[in-house]
């Protein structure tokens, strides 16, 4: 039962997030015409309403859905507390502290060494490409306000949603699910390898898959160790930016 509901929670996320695209996309397309993806600020609203949708379904529609079971029970503490649960559930509560800013650039190191390791690995294979380009939606030529949108897409908006989605609220639920049936330590590796794998396969790319894979082992582990996502939306971020700098700003491929 604890394996069928992990899947769930896995489909769940990764159906949401490509439903998501699909409606916003298509939706986009139809009233503003086939041009509308060649300029950078249709591809930064489209990335934005497609976040806050998959996160709407993600997180709310299972929330509503518990609610409507558990409607004669209410909590001691009112609304209040309700909404605090939620946050923590997600792995925001308070602000970030000094030492979700200082791991991050620890993070940043673990992760480069693993991703480095394991593309390594995957390259003695004839059909992995280490060198393939990612195609984010931005020409890599854009300048002045264009690339100011762009940065802030892929810097800022992607990180946040990310984390929330997967080091958030698929991290927390395959724990908490998990924990039901194993112990403390194995329930956080799997939770961590789960969240990973589907991580790296929903960007659909093998180089893409692997680093990222790579990014979410540590991602998760700054969740565990910090107990929020604030130190992992700060190494993403880096990580973003670094890459943005090199494509965006430097041109290289």
Avoid at 104 to 128: D, K, Q
Avoid at 129 to 150: H, K, Y
Avoid at 233 to 247: D, E, P, Q, S, T
Wanted: glycine share 8%; net charge positive; aromatic share 12%.
């Amino acid at each position: 039962m604890i394996v069928v509901t992990a899947l769930m929670m896995i489909v769940w996320v990764g159906a949401s997030v490509i439903v998501s695209q699909l409606a916003v996309g298509y939706l986009m397309l139809w009233m503003l015409g086939p041009d509308t993806f060649r300029e950078p600020v249709p591809t930064a609203i489209y990335s934005a309403l497609s976040y806050v949708l998959a996160m709407m379904m993600i997180i709310m529609i299972p929330k509503l859905i518990k609610a409507k079971r558990n409607k004669n029970k209410k909590l001691s503490d009112g609304k209040k507390t309700s909404l605090k649960a939620f946050l923590e559930e997600l792995g925001i509560k308070g602000w970030p502290t000094w030492a979700d800013i200082g791991l991050a650039p620890l993070g940043m190191l673990a992760y480069m060494l693993l991703a480095t390791g394991l593309v390594a690995v995957f390259s003695i294979f004839p059909w992995f490409n280490a060198q393939e380009v990612q195609d984010v939606g931005f020409s890599t030529f854009i300048t002045g306000f264009d690339r100011l949108i762009a940065f802030f897409t892929i810097v800022i908006i992607a990180p946040i949603a990310e984390e929330i989605i997967f080091r958030g609220w698929l991290y927390g639920n395959l724990k908490s699910s998990f924990l039901k049936k194993c112990s403390k330590p194995l329930s956080i590796i799997l939770a961590n390898f789960l969240v990973s794998l589907a991580f790296g396969i929903i960007h659909l790319q093998w180089n893409v898959g692997v680093n990222v894979f790579a990014m979410s082992i540590v991602l998760c582990g700054l969740r565990e160790i910090t107990g929020t996502v604030y130190s992992g939306i700060i190494l993403h971020m880096l990580k973003n930016g670094i890459a943005f700098y090199l494509v965006y700003v430097l041109g290289i491929q």
